[in-house]
């Protein structure tokens, strides 16, 4: 147990919609990272915050948005969901923001787009 | 065009066998980590390398930091079943405005018993 916890576990919808996944961090680290795995791919980074604000942005469509709370749990928004965003995604977090600081994964969470 | 690239793709070997995956790069990193992912699940940091020629074991599990902090490779020793995963190489860099890993495209590992 990574100590990342990201809900829901599973996630189907239709084409269209919008959706809200959610991360908790380990305790005591402040930067949250997004990350989209498709299938037989590997992971592409999406976007980071830190401390509540945004670090550093991959390659994160505009229909998707993240953002940070005070608590540090962190959200991502995936709207006009279309077929090809099905994947899973992954909520990272760690300690700081740069350097060989290492990145605790959590469980994913799988999205279907029907 | 991936910036580390992983090889080989896919890996299947017996019970017992030695295995070694790489990870190259034209790019200099900072630090230079190492996760293995089973199906379903988030990818679990193994190891993390900062220094040029470091060396770091695991049990059976053995990681070299390339001298020019470019590459890196894997060694399982004696593999077994329960080393069955994807491998997932990640580089780091330090900067100011974030730390972004950029991952390789991993490595498929089927250990047969």
Sequence with gaps: ?114 | TQLLEQSPQFLSIQEGENLTVYCNSSSVFSSLQWYRQEPGEGPVLLVTVVTGGEVKKLKRLTFQFGDARKDSSLHITAAQPGDTGLYLCAGGRIKAAGNKLTFGGGTRVLVKP
């Design chain 1, 1 to 114: 147990d990574s100590g990342v916890t990201q809900t829901p576990k599973h996630l189907i919808t239709a084409t269209g919609q919008r959706v809200t996944l959610r991360c908790s961090p380990r305790s005591g680290d402040l930067s949250v990272y997004w990350y989209q795995q498709s299938l037989d791919q590997g992971l592409q980074f999406l976007i980071q915050y830190y401390n509540g604000e945004e670090r550093a942005k991959g390659n994160i469509l505009e229909r998707f948005s993240a953002q940070q709370f005070p608590d540090l749990h962190s959200e991502l928004n995936l709207s006009s969901l279309e077929l090809g965003d099905s994947a899973l995604y992954f909520c990272a977090s760690s300690v700081g923001i740069a350097g060989a600081y290492e990145q605790y994964f959590g469980p994913g969470t799988r999205l279907t787009v029907t």
